[in-house]
């Protein structure tokens, strides 16, 4: 049974640092495509990056590469992010799906989501 579970975040001040983490189990991980998402307060959830299991990142906006930065270790997959603002107060998810090695993004074919972990940002 595919797991994903998130650690890392927390309630932080402007211009902190938070490194967050997700931990997969269960599958055959070379051949996922794993993924940071997040949810902001009264917003859809939006995709931030994207890890294929060679560790091929693709940001899905070039503005988020300032301050995010994303790795994968196999199965798990870090979300580094910097200089902390309000606006990036929101729970962040981690997303799995089985695509081979690569990312084609997430319309179709069965995602798997972890709990999330909340992120919060005072000034």
């Known amino acids: 049974q595919v797991r994903l579970v998130e650690s890392g975040g927390g309630s932080v001040q402007a211009g902190e640092s938070l490194r967050l983490s997700c931990e997969a189990s269960?599958?055959?991980?070379?051949?996922?495509?794993m993924g940071w998402f997040r949810q902001l307060p009264g917003k859809e959830r939006e995709e931030v990056a994207a890890?294929?299991?060679?560790?091929?990142i693709t940001f899905a906006a070039d503005d988020m590469k300032q301050r995010f930065a994303v790795s994968r270790d196999r199965a798990k997959l870090y979300l580094q992010i910097s200089n902390l603002e309000p606006g990036d107060s929101a729970m962040y998810y981690c997303?799995?799906?089985?695509?081979?090695?690569?990312?084609?993004?997430?319309?179709?074919?069965?995602?798997?989501w972890g709990q999330g972990t909340q992120v919060t940002v005072s000034s």
């Open positions: 269960g599958g055959t991980w070379h051949m996922y495509c």
């Open positions: 997303a799995a799906r089985y695509t081979g090695n690569n990312c084609p993004g997430w319309t179709d074919g069965i995602i798997y």
């Open positions: 890890a294929t299991g060679g560790g091929r």
